[in-house]
């Protein structure tokens, strides 16, 4: 079913951007609940943004929305995640991930249980 290969992260100031990549290899693209988590020292993993792959709708975060954007390139099986006015407090691993069951994003797309794909999570750095 292949796996999820992440890029983008590093290190910026408070204000800047960042841009994150996820591609799906072969088939793991399927429409399917994909989405974004991050996970912060010693904090439990949460939902940031999450899109039904094949679908316009897209699900965010209070403390994200209105800076992130998610979105899909089908063509080339990848996610992305944009991160602008970056905050200190976005700092941590960020993780795309998909729920292989096909089924649609809906009220719990910011749970990590029902993911089942997860990529490798890049760090994200965000200096005041």
């Known amino acids: 079913q292949g796996q999820l290969v992440e890029s983008g992260g590093g290190s910026v100031q408070a204000g800047g951007s960042l841009r994150l990549s996820c591609a799906a290899p072969?088939?793991?693209?399927?429409?399917?609940?994909m989405g974004w988590f991050r996970q912060a020292p010693g904090m439990e993993r949460e939902g940031v943004a999450a899109?039904?792959?094949?679908?316009?709708?897209?699900y965010y975060a209070g403390s994200v929305s209105g800076r992130f954007t998610i979105s899909q390139d089908s063509a080339k099986n990848t996610m992305y995640l944009q991160m602008n006015s970056l905050k200190p407090e976005d700092t941590g691993l960020y993780y795309c991930?998909?729920?292989?069951?096909?089924?649609?994003?809906?009220?719990?797309?910011?749970?990590?249980?029902?993911?089942?794909?997860w990529g490798q999570g890049p760090q994200v750095t965000v200096s005041s």
């Open positions: 991930a998909a729920d292989l069951s096909g089924g649609r994003c809906g009220g719990t797309w910011y749970q990590s249980h029902r993911m089942n794909l």
């Open positions: 072969g088939d793991t693209y399927r429409p399917k609940c």
């Open positions: 899109l039904y792959a094949g679908g316009i709708n897209a």
